[in-house]
């Protein structure tokens, strides 16, 4: 069956209904006397919450209610993330209590009958902030006297464990060559079409709650609301009709689920919130920030003996409900050995907290693996002087079935066929024959190589266009009718190369050098008031900047439903 499908232009099911507006997503429900949502937002990266008041936006027009931590606490339970051994996982509230800890946390939540009545009262919470030193690098947040993101916790490093397998501490004193690198990997935002939202509909007489979502996981959600809201679990339901993306960002409960599903409850009528872009880049979650520090034993000829790897992630400030980060360091502990005869390694994970958003999945999670060991064995083929695919050739497996020393078997591999399969395709000696040539003229540009998988190999679609690869070392992909980047790599004698693809780019220490000094952006000194509604003016921008196509139907119409795009006027 996969052989017969691999490869072929498969038309999907829902096509015809997505792209002629039959699509159903959260911004779509509608129910009689629907309510809407907006938080008020944090501004400060870490601050003292010294009050919160809501005076003002209750008297607003259209303004139902609004919702603090005083008054949430009463109809929700604090959220406990996800709990493993030797990991600190602190508990928090829906809106934040004492302590903002990131920017974009909810500190309030404005109900009123239309959206734009709900952002209008948002605008006038006032919140009183005393500002707090705040950290934003983790080896910043690891150093003396760093100021805690959780002062209960007493420390910063939430997690720390060193795990052996095999003696790497014999392999690498035997060892010709011990190679060095360090590999750093920035944050990135997930950017769904469609951000995180919830329509939360409440029947009184009934006692049932359902509630619409833009999620991954509705049945966790299910399980994570009836704890939170005391709700009996037979009167919960969790429905996720089409989602616009969300490439690992809405796999676990969110603050604002837990807010907007417990207002419905309180009163009585349906509550809608819908993410907006600015919302999702700055509070919806971020991935993929961590270092890995490398070191391989290695022979004469080429061959890994043995694995010492250092992997440090930044955890942000709150830990994610659903999977605890240390999933994330254990699966990529796991998966390093992979097809390769590495039979003893060392795997230290820390796992730090900064002020900054939560640390979420994004596509593989765990693809850190496969980069430090790929980009490991070409640091070993240059350390040695050998060709790369010959140090890969000379370090697979050739018994199956195996297992890796980690503890994952190895069943029905051909990994020595996919190369060369991988080699002929590229003509690799071509290419690097024509690299020979062009060093030794000197003409300073050297063509390089590199992977990437082509919509032309794997099935068609409306507007495609194909891929081309540019001999000058850059490559455009060309995706559904669109350019989603150059790729560009550069090769600088000092050691040091850059990879980019488009917006996600990788940097590449070798030999590994000390990390630049800790950056501690401390927010300004002394207790600052900071009257009208936290982040307004953005907020106000951000309404004329909404892309039309996404946020068409956000237009007011009477009795509070969406519009037709065609205008808008805001009410004063």
Same mark, same amino acid.
């Given at each position: 069956?996969?052989?017969? !499908?691999?490869?072929?232009?498969?038309?999907? #099911?829902?096509?015809?209904?997505?792209?002629?507006? &039959?699509?159903?997503?959260?911004?779509?429900?509608?129910?009689?006397?629907? /309510?809407?949502?907006?938080?008020?937002?944090?501004?400060?990266?870490?601050?003292?919450?010294?009050?919160?008041?809501?005076?003002?936006? +209750?008297? $607003?027009?259209?303004?139902?209610?609004?919702?603090?931590?005083?008054? !949430?606490?009463?109809?929700?339970?604090?959220?406990?993330?996800?709990?493993?051994?030797?990991?600190?996982?602190?508990?928090?509230?829906?809106?934040?209590?004492?302590?903002?800890?990131?920017?974009?946390?909810?500190?309030?939540?404005?109900?009123?009958?239309?959206?734009?009545?709900?952002?209008?009262?948002?605008?006038?919470?006032?919140? @009183?902030?005393?500002?707090?030193?705040?950290?934003?690098?983790?080896?910043?947040? /690891?150093?003396?006297?760093?100021?805690?993101?959780?002062?209960?916790?007493?420390?910063? !490093?939430?997690?720390?464990?060193?795990?052996?397998?095999?003696?790497?501490?014999?392999?690498?004193?035997?060892? $010709?060559?011990?190679?060095?690198?360090?590999?750093?990997?920035?944050?990135?935002?997930?950017?769904?079409?469609?951000?995180?939202?919830?329509?939360? /509909?409440?029947?009184?007489?009934?006692?049932?709650?359902?509630?619409?979502?833009?999620?991954?996981?509705?049945?966790?959600?299910?399980?994570?609301?009836?704890? !939170?809201?005391?709700?009996?679990?037979? &009167?919960?339901?969790?429905?996720?009709?089409?989602?616009?993306?969300?490439?690992?960002?809405?796999?676990?409960?969110? =603050?604002?689920?837990? $807010?907007?599903?417990?207002?419905?409850?309180?009163?009585? #009528?349906?509550?809608?919130?819908?993410?907006? =872009?600015?919302?999702?880049? *700055?509070?919806?979650?971020? $991935?993929?920030?961590?270092? +890995?520090?490398?070191?391989?034993?290695? @022979?004469?000829?080429?061959?890994?003996?043995?694995? @010492?790897?250092?992997?440090?992630?930044?955890?942000?400030?709150?830990?994610?409900?659903?999977?605890?980060?240390?999933?994330?360091?254990?699966?990529?502990?796991?998966?390093?050995?992979?097809?390769?005869?590495?039979?003893?390694?060392?795997?230290?994970?820390?796992?730090?907290?900064?002020?900054?958003?939560?640390?979420?999945?994004?596509?593989?999670?765990?693809?850190?693996?496969?980069?430090?060991?790929?980009?490991?064995?070409?640091?070993?083929?240059?350390?040695?002087?050998? @060709?790369?695919?010959?140090?890969?050739?000379?370090?697979?497996?050739?018994?199956?079935?195996?297992?890796?020393?980690?503890?994952?078997?190895?069943?029905?591999?051909?990994?020595?066929?996919?190369?060369?399969?991988?080699?002929?395709?590229?003509?690799?000696?071509?290419?690097?024959?024509?690299?020979?040539?062009?060093?030794?003229?000197?003409?300073?540009?050297?063509?390089?190589?590199?992977?990437?998988?082509?919509?032309?190999?794997?099935?068609?679609?409306?507007?495609?266009?194909?891929?081309?690869?540019?001999?000058?070392?850059?490559?455009?992909?060309?995706?559904?009718?669109?350019?989603?980047?150059?790729?560009?790599?550069?090769?600088?004698?000092?050691?040091?190369?850059? *990879?980019?693809?488009?917006?996600?780019?990788?940097?590449?220490?070798?030999?590994?050098?000390?990390?630049?000094?800790?950056?501690?952006?401390?927010?300004?000194?002394?207790? =600052?008031?900071? %009257?009208?509604?936290?982040?307004?003016?953005?907020?106000?921008? &951000?309404?004329?900047? &909404?892309?039309?196509?996404?946020?068409? %139907?956000?237009?007011?119409?009477?009795?509070?439903?969406?519009?037709?795009?065609?205008?808008?006027? #805001?009410?004063?």
């Amino acid at each position: 069956m996969v052989a017969r !499908l691999t490869g072929q232009p498969l038309p999907r #099911r829902e096509d015809a209904r997505l792209l002629t507006g &039959r699509g159903r997503y959260v911004d779509d429900v509608r129910a009689p006397g629907m /309510l809407h949502a907006a938080f008020v937002r944090s501004h400060h990266a870490h601050a003292r919450l010294l009050g919160v008041d809501t005076t003002a936006a +209750l008297r $607003a027009p259209g303004v139902v209610a609004v919702f603090t931590d005083a008054e !949430l606490r009463e109809l929700a339970d604090d959220i406990q993330p996800s709990q493993m051994a030797n990991l600190i996982a602190p508990a928090y509230p829906a809106l934040a209590r004492g302590i903002v800890r990131m920017v974009g946390e909810p500190v309030a939540m404005v109900v009123a009958e239309t959206r734009y009545h709900a952002e209008d009262g948002a605008e006038l919470v006032s919140v @009183d902030y005393e500002p707090l030193p705040a950290v934003v690098d983790m080896y910043a947040a /690891l150093g003396p006297g760093a100021p805690l993101v959780f002062e209960e916790a007493g420390t910063n !490093l939430l997690h720390h464990s060193v795990t052996t397998y095999g003696d790497p501490g014999a392999a690498f004193a035997t060892a $010709a060559h011990v190679v060095t690198a360090v590999f750093r990997q920035h944050r990135h935002a997930n950017v769904p079409m469609e951000g995180h939202g919830g329509a939360a /509909l409440y029947d009184p007489a009934s006692g049932e709650l359902e509630y619409h979502a833009s999620h991954q996981n509705p049945h966790a959600l299910r399980v994570w609301l009836t704890r !939170l809201l005391h709700h009996t679990a037979n &009167r919960v339901r969790v429905r996720c009709g089409d989602i616009g993306g969300a490439f690992g960002q809405k796999g676990h409960l969110g =603050r604002e689920d837990v $807010a907007v599903c417990a207002a419905a409850l309180a009163l009585g #009528r349906p509550v809608k919130w819908v993410e907006d =872009r600015a919302e999702n880049l *700055v509070a919806g979650g971020q $991935a993929r920030e961590e270092d +890995l520090h490398v070191r391989a034993a290695v @022979d004469d000829d080429g061959v890994v003996g043995a694995l @010492d790897v250092h992997m440090v992630l930044d955890q942000g400030s709150y830990p994610m409900c659903g999977f605890a980060s240390v999933g994330y360091t254990n699966l990529v502990r796991a998966l390093v050995p992979a097809a390769y005869r590495v039979e003893h390694l060392r795997f230290e994970a820390s796992v730090v907290a900064t002020n900054k958003a939560t640390y979420v999945p994004y596509r593989g999670p765990w693809e850190a693996e496969t980069w430090l060991r790929e980009r490991m064995l070409d640091v070993v083929a240059r350390a040695v002087g050998l @060709d790369p695919v010959e140090v890969r050739a000379r370090n697979l497996r050739d018994e199956f079935p195996a297992r890796m020393c980690t503890g994952p078997e190895l069943i029905g591999i051909t990994q020595r066929q996919t190369m060369a399969s991988a080699v002929a395709l590229v003509d690799y000696d071509g290419w690097r024959a024509k690299a020979r040539a062009r060093a030794g003229a000197g003409t300073g540009a050297l063509p390089g190589q590199a992977a990437a998988p082509s919509p032309r190999e794997s099935g068609r679609y409306p507007g495609h266009r194909g891929g081309q690869l540019r001999r000058a070392g850059a490559a455009r992909t060309e995706r559904g009718g669109g350019d989603v980047g150059h790729r560009r790599a550069s090769h600088r004698p000092a050691g040091t190369g850059a *990879v980019g693809a488009g917006r996600v780019g990788h940097r590449v220490h070798q030999p590994a050098a000390a990390r630049p000094g800790a950056r501690d952006h401390a927010g300004p000194a002394g207790r =600052r008031r900071a %009257r009208g509604r936290p982040g307004g003016r953005h907020r106000r921008a &951000r309404r004329h900047q &909404r892309d039309p196509v996404q946020h068409g %139907r956000d237009r007011r119409q009477p009795g509070g439903d969406v519009g037709d795009g065609r205008g808008r006027r #805001r009410r004063r």
